[in-house]
T-cell receptor
């Protein structure tokens, strides 16, 4: 079984709709991240969480919100989707600092299309 | 501020030829450096990383990279390209001062021609 799972894998929605993307991990990591990937722009960090009570904005958080329901679950919401949020979204996890385990492990991605 | 530059958004090599993907970084403190690979329709997976110690790092699938502090570079190489190496490659840097968040390059798409 995959260590980091994302649901749904593909989603097509309409402008103005609320969308939630979910991420679950079985790696036991405290740190979780949401990125979006756009062609030619690489990966951009949306939000990150270092533990259940710690949520931080990334470089492109406008239009997004997150919820850390448990150590293993980190959800990304688009309150009112717009077409320029069409992208590939990745969840990632990493271990604590200083342990050599701060490599980030990625889920398979969610391809979101906003019409 | 940290940054990562990957020279060449697209690289094309022949099967069996040397693969060289370039990555330069800027960081005022000792960095951790990473190469990730993304195969078509998949997530990213770690190829290799440099934290401390030996500057030549070996990764999966025959790839290696060398940390050159004087050149602020961490270029990725593979002696002989295989068709299965066709993918997107990302270089990233982090350091303790930013809680080890990764700063990403824009990626290099590698094509391998038969």
């Amino acid at each position: 079984d995959a260590d980091v799972t994302q649901t749904p894998r593909n989603r097509i929605t309409k402008t103005g709709k609320r969308i939630m993307l979910e991420c679950s991990q079985t790696k036991g990591h405290d740190r979780m991240y949401w990125y979006r990937q756009d062609p030619g722009l690489g990966l951009r960090l949306i939000y990150y969480s270092f533990d259940v009570k710690d949520i931080n904005k990334g470089e492109i958080s406008d239009g997004y919100s997150v919820s850390r329901q448990a150590q293993a679950k980190f959800s990304l919401s688009l309150e009112s989707a717009i077409p320029n949020q069409t992208a590939l979204y990745f969840c990632a996890t990493s271990g604590p600092l200083g342990t050599g385990s701060d490599t980030q492990y990625f889920g398979p991605g969610t391809r979101l299309t906003v019409l | 501020a940290q940054s990562v530059t990957q020279l060449g958004s697209h690289v094309s090599v022949s099967e069996g030829a040397l693969v060289l993907l370039r990555c330069n970084y800027s960081s005022s403190v000792p960095p951790y450096l990473f190469w990730y690979v993304q195969y078509p329709n998949q997530g990213l997976q770690l190829l290799l990383k440099y934290t401390t110690g030996a500057t030549l790092v070996k990764g999966i699938n025959g790839f290696e990279a060398e940390f050159k502090k004087s050149e602020t570079s961490f270029h990725l190489t593979k002696p002989s390209a295989h068709m299965s190496d066709a993918a997107e490659y990302f270089c990233a840097v982090s350091h303790a001062g930013n809680n080890r968040k990764l700063i990403w390059g824009l990626g290099t798409s590698l094509a391998v021609n038969p």
